[in-house]
């Protein structure tokens, strides 16, 4: 059995991405780990990141991004496509640029893809999910948050990256293209394990999360819609992560590759943990939004923690 890991990004370490952190989590337990990285900005160092892991096990594939033939946040998927056509493993271990895992967990990744190996209804495994917010002690447990997601795969031809990259599908006869279609796609059956993937894609220096957010809607709405946010200056107010004390606090152990990273924290003076509940940024959080407090509000208070609608992008396999 060989497990390949891959990911992919652009100008991740300029947009303070723990990518290196990410490759170096889940290095001791796969064979070859792939990753595709766009044409990054000049003063970028992604590039410099991974490769001062020194490791044999790491293979770059560099590539352009072409967000006018893939919009809608579509060339994210393209990306890891690239990235997974370029691994050679029995299972396919995904990670993005901002998730790690915990050293905990990887005994009992290995152990769940070497005892469903010979099981093909076993299309994919299923992790749970920390996504910290503003610092390494908040978590969001929001409706608008996942709550699992598909991080492992067969190596299969048929399964691609799906939408903006969140999860897969299979898609038979897939043009390449349209990684957001609907029609002729199937859910992947998977088996859960044991074990969290740890999300640090929203904790940044409140200056540099604007950065971020500006990358992103550039690559879902394209540079034309992002100039005019420019010109409204959407971008130009430090990111208001709210107030903090109203969230769940995360009293567990971060993983060891993450000590360096959070050594490095020194925005807790920007942050608030007092006041009322409100949002000062031009562009909000889905989250934010009115609607959606209240569906959050509802499913902690009223239906102990059962999602309304909650997204699942997989079956489980019964056995």
Not at 133 to 153: A, F, L, M, P, V
Request: glycine share 6%; hydrophobic share 35%; net charge positive.
């Amino acid at each position: 059995m060989k497990i390949s890991g891959f990911t992919m990004g652009k100008n991740a370490r300029k947009l303070y991405y723990p990518v290196k952190q990410a490759v170096m989590s889940i290095l001791p337990i796969v064979d070859e780990f792939v990753v595709a990285l766009g044409d990054s900005d000049e003063d970028d160092a992604t590039r410099e990141e991974i490769n001062s892991i020194n490791s044999k096990k790491i293979k770059i594939v560099d590539t352009i991004w072409d967000i006018e033939k893939y919009p809608r946040g579509m060339e994210h998927a393209h990306q890891t496509d690239i990235a997974k056509q370029h691994c050679s493993g029995d299972w396919l271990f995904y990670l993005q640029s901002d998730e790690i895992v915990h050293e905990k967990y990887l005994p009992v990744i290995q152990k769940k893809c070497e005892e469903f190996y010979e099981d093909k209804t076993v299309e994919g495994l299923l992790f749970n999910y920390f996504h910290f917010w503003g610092d390494y002690y908040h978590i969001q447990d929001n409706h608008c948050w996942y709550r699992k997601e598909i991080r492992i795969i067969r190596n299969d031809p048929d399964i691609h990256s799906w939408e903006s990259a969140q999860s897969f599908r299979r898609i038979p006869d897939f043009n390449g293209i349209d990684f957001r279609q609907q029609k002729n796609t199937y859910k992947l059956k998977v088996e859960p394990v044991n074990a969290f993937i740890y999300h640090y894609g929203w904790v940044r220096p409140p200056e540099l999360m604007q950065n971020k957010i500006k990358a992103f809607s550039t690559n879902h709405q394209g540079w034309r819609n992002v100039e005019k946010l420019e010109k409204e200056q959407k971008f130009d107010h430090l990111f208001d992560y709210g107030n903090l004390s109203k969230l769940k606090h995360f009293n567990g152990s971060h993983p060891k590759v993450m000590k360096d990273w959070i050594d490095g924290f020194y925005w807790k003076h920007q942050l608030r943990f007092t006041g009322p509940r409100k949002n000062r940024n031009p562009i909000p959080s889905k989250h934010d939004k009115l609607k959606y407090r209240l569906i959050s509000w509802i499913e902690k208070n009223v239906l102990r923690g059962k999602r309304l609608g909650e997204f699942r992008n997989y079956i489980l396999v019964k056995h």
